[in-house]
């Protein structure tokens, strides 16, 4: 017997008629490229969007056109998303930060045939297009007053191409599973993969985010997504902030601790949600400031480890809940969250943070278990540590043109490349990158739990630690350190600091300062290179 309940497709265009419709009044509040702050309401979106859908059809695009975006966090860039989707065209997002070579080779594998592009990023979009010959039309995020002399093919202000329509436009049905949009992992190893999300993925992922155990996000909440919409889909923010009405709060490309504190400040935003990198830079801002966050309830930090000290700074100096998160571009991206259970409603101190190093819980539509190589399932007792597996409606079933199958398995699973261990509350802590785990003997070496407490030190700015060559153990940690401006601290001291809170086996067997530690274009520690520079390191044990 079937149920008699409606065919209702979940659609991405449907959350902005949605938010128009109920929380129309809401603003989406931007740091506009040009400079000035601009204010919209989700009404107004709502009909950009519909003249974005009406001429990028005129123009010829239509169902499963990719159409690239290289762009901060802006209005344009969020009703473009929607515009796209609503003709049932996929956006696709490149990441600036990654080499322009890279970006050609991305557009080119996904075969984009036009890009929108924010005004930063004209000169780097001048050198990539030439390499991309299926791209014959450039729609710069600006007007008239502010298009510069470009050699991009096609190129016209967004503000005149969106002049043309007159909004008159009804969203494309479509079926739910329809592509919606496109995100690339960064490839640190061969070549970068696609992942392609669909509607009906987006949305549930939006429905999952916004639960109060996950982001807990209402229409009483300014949301503030730092985190870039060209890093693994803003972190769903796109689509669950519309969706419950809150008022958006768009950075632009000034993401250094004063300017976002400013909108912090300014704009009374209660949740925010970046990497870590992004809190280093507020909370030093703060700190030499000695600004206060008045209206901040939440943050969600993921994308990387978030520092214990991070989090206790947060919580005790300016009384801001720290949401510790995980996830990946393949799982649009959220797969746990760490909020607290009622078995922690009592925990304060130590026994707190504790719980909140752990990357948290999976909501409802993430599976999760860890297994050994074997692929036999691991108990969940918060040490036995091995891959971890995922699975759910918005999890990847495959990688754009078959790349990477090997990573998906015939129940659905998909191996992550994270190491990690399950807790008996159903708590996971990622310990390491697979390829970055250090073998030592034969044992496994958590690097990520060695960087956490290195960088409790109060004279370390940034710390790694990576596997070098060993004659007797294989492999050795060695722990790479920035120090604090004007600060030297000494190595003997780095490793008392350590002593008594891993296993002594586990203690870097030498320390090495450096003035800088290389990251990814999403901000995360290259233990490749620097694995590279540390080739012919020789360690004081071997
Ligand atoms: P990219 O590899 O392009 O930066 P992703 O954001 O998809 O893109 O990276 C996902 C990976 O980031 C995860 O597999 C995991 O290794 C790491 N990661 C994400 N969040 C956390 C976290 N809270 N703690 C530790 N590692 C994390």
């Keep these: 017997m079937q149920g008699l309940m409606q065919e209702w497709p979940l659609l991405c265009h449907k959350i902005l008629d949605h938010a128009a419709r109920q929380h129309g009044e809401r603003e989406v509040v ?42 901060w966090n802006t209005a344009r860039h969020l009703e473009a998303w929607y515009g796209i989707n609503g003709i049932g065209a996929v956006y696709h997002t490149l990441n600036p930060r990654l080499f322009p070579d890279q ?30 010959p299926s791209v014959k039309k450039v729609i710069v995020f600006t007007d008239a007053a502010h298009m510069p002399q470009t050699t991009l093919p096609g190129a016209v202000a967004y503000e005149d191409w969106l002049a043309q329509a007159d909004g008159d436009f009804q969203w494309l049905a479509l079926d ?34 916004v639960q109060p155990d996950a982001m807990g996000l ?24 519309p969706m419950v009405g809150a008022k958006m709060v768009m950075p632009g490309g000034k993401l250094d601790g004063e300017s976002v504190y400013e909108l912090l400040d300014t704009e009374k935003v209660s949740c925010t949600a970046a990497v870590p990198t992004v809190w280093l830079m507020l909370l030093q801002y703060l700190e030499s400031s000695g600004k206060k966050l008045h209206y901040l309830k939440r943050v969600i930090i993921g994308g ?32 746990s969250l760490c909020t607290m259970k009622p078995q922690h409603a009592n925990l ?37 540590f091995g891959r971890l597996k995922v699975r759910g409606p918005a999890v990847a079933r495959a990688y754009y043109g078959g790349a990477g199958y090997e990573q998906f398995d015939d129940e659905n699973w998909f191996d992550t490349g994270d190491v990690a261990h399950i807790d008996e509350n159903g708590y996971m802590q990622v310990t390491d990158r697979a390829k970055d785990v250090i073998k030592s003997g034969g044992e496994w070496i958590s690097t990520i739990e060695l960087e956490n ?24 940690p060695l722990l790479v350190v920035v120090p604090k401006p004007g600060k030297q601290p000494d190595k003997q001291e780095l490793l008392n600091f350590l002593e008594g809170k891993v296993a002594k086996w586990w203690l870097p067997d030498d320390v090495a300062f450096v003035d800088e530690i290389p990251h990814t274009a999403t901000g995360k520690i290259q ?14 044990t071997a």
């Design 218 to 241: 209402s229409s009483r909440d300014a949301v503030m997504p730092v985190v870039p919409m060209f890093h693994a889909n803003a972190w769903g923010l796109a689509q669950s902030a």
């Design 304 to 335: 990387s480890a978030c520092p214990r000290a991070m989090t206790e700074k947060f919580e005790r100096d300016f009384g801001v809940e720290v949401i510790h998160a995980w996830g990946m571009t393949e799982m649009s991206p959220l797969g």
């Design 527 to 540: 233990k490749t290179t620097l694995r590279e520079q540390f080739r012919q390191y020789q360690l004081p």
């Design 103 to 132: 970006i050609a080779w991305i557009m080119n594998h996904a075969e984009d045939k036009l890009l929108f592009v924010d005004l930063t990023f004209v000169p780097l979009a001048e050198k990539i297009l030439p390499q991309v």
């Design 453 to 476: 407490l290195a960088v409790g030190h109060p004279d370390v700015a940034e710390a790694a630690v990576i596997g070098v060559r060993h004659p007797k153990w294989d492999e050795r």
């Design 30 to 71: 931007t740091r506009s490229i040009e400079g000035p702050i601009v204010r919209q309401t989700y009404a107004q979106l709502r009909s950009r969007a519909l003249k974005v859908a009406q001429q990028l059809q005129r123009d010829g695009y239509g169902l499963g056109d990719r159409i690239a975006t290289l762009a």
């Design 348 to 384: 304060a101190g130590d026994a707190l943070l504790d719980v909140k190093q752990k990357q948290g819980f999976a909501p409802f539509g993430v599976e999760m278990k860890v297994t050994d190589d074997d692929n036999n399932e691991l108990p969940w007792d918060g040490k036995t």
């Design 176 to 209: 739910e599973n329809t592509a919606s949009g496109m995100c690339y992992t960064s490839g640190t190893t061969g070549d970068p993969k696609g992942v392609v999300y669909s509607h009906r993925s987006n949305v549930l992922h939006a429905m999952m985010a």
